[in-house]
């Protein structure tokens, strides 16, 4: 990519981001970022070798791409120092801010790209879904997918909405996983197992299923009756998980975190009283 990527914001995720683009073979002269905490900027400047300054104007003028890399309610702010470039394209990170809102605040000459990625991408294995409003042209949508596809793969949802599930699945997933592995550790240091070997077995295991998984064509319903044997130990737990109604459970918790998304996506002046 030899366009001129702008970064409004230098922290973990704008990090994995310039990171994943100098790998792919972005030049370090064709990035900026906009830092205003000294600490922050000297580090990105001194990770990457890229312009870093703590002003958005500056920063962000003649950008060809501007990636808003800031936390949502620090939006409002940085948006008056933004002039985004005729043509240019906004890739947005910022969690629950929407279209409307974008397009409101930097005008018509920019072409926006939400964007949901979550933090495995600081590793560059993000799962990042993406939305596009109509009218977006290809362009801006291949310079939106190559960024986060820099640090993972890239799935586009065909609406605004769709976000906040990609937010409850992928966004939020890792939690999910973490928390599953606490539990699996625990139980199995209550069974007799040290914490160390519980909690390596627990990791590898996920790890290890996940690749598994990846490398197979079958659906994950088939890998999981491969190891299911009639009568087994893998079929008495997987029964005391369905007696607790665990898809059940699992589905209420991301539609929890959805309709959370979806809440502090809304403007002020949407929200319910």
Do not use: H
């Not at 002269?29 to 958005?56: K, M, P, T």
């Not at 990636?67 to 005729?86: S, Y």
């Not at 197992?193 to 295991?205: I, K, M, Q, V």
């Not at 659906?219 to 029964?239: C, F, I, W, Y």
Request: proline share 3%; charged share 25%.
């Amino acid at each position: 990519m030899k366009e001129t990527i702008a970064f409004v914001g230098g922290g973990n995720m704008a990090a994995s981001l310039i990171g994943g683009l100098l790998a792919a073979g972005c030049q370090a002269a064709n990035i900026r970022v906009a830092e205003r905490l000294a600490d922050s900027a000297a580090r990105i400047r001194e990770r990457f070798g890229v312009s870093v300054g703590n002003d958005i104007r500056a920063v962000t003028d003649g950008a060809d791409i501007v990636v808003l890399a800031i936390k949502p309610q620090q939006f409002a702010e940085a948006a008056v120092g933004l002039q985004p470039l005729a043509g240019s394209t906004t890739l947005s990170i910022m969690a629950g801010v929407r279209c409307t809102t974008l397009r409101r605040s930097l005008g018509t000459a920019t072409e926006i790209v939400r964007s949901m990625p979550n933090t495995p991408a600081l590793i560059r294995r993000g799962a990042t879904g993406l939305f596009a409003p109509d009218g977006t042209s290809a362009r801006s949508r291949a310079r939106a997918e190559a960024i986060v596809k820099s640090v993972g793969s890239a799935c586009w949802v065909e609406t605004e909405d769709a976000l906040d599930a990609v937010t409850a699945l992928s966004g939020c997933g890792p939690a999910y996983f973490f928390r599953f592995v606490e539990s699996l550790r625990d139980a199995g240091v209550a069974l007799g197992l040290d914490s160390a070997a519980a909690r390596s077995l627990a990791f590898e295991t996920f790890a290890g299923a996940a690749a598994l998984a990846t490398a197979r064509d079958e659906d994950v319903a088939e890998l999981r009756r491969q190891v299911t044997s009639k009568g087994g130990a893998t079929e008495a737990a997987l029964q005391r998980l369905d007696a607790g109604n665990f898809d059940a459970l699992i589905r209420a918790a991301l539609t929890a975190a959805c309709e959370r998304s979806r809440e502090l996506g809304l403007d002020d002046k949407e929200r319910s009283p």
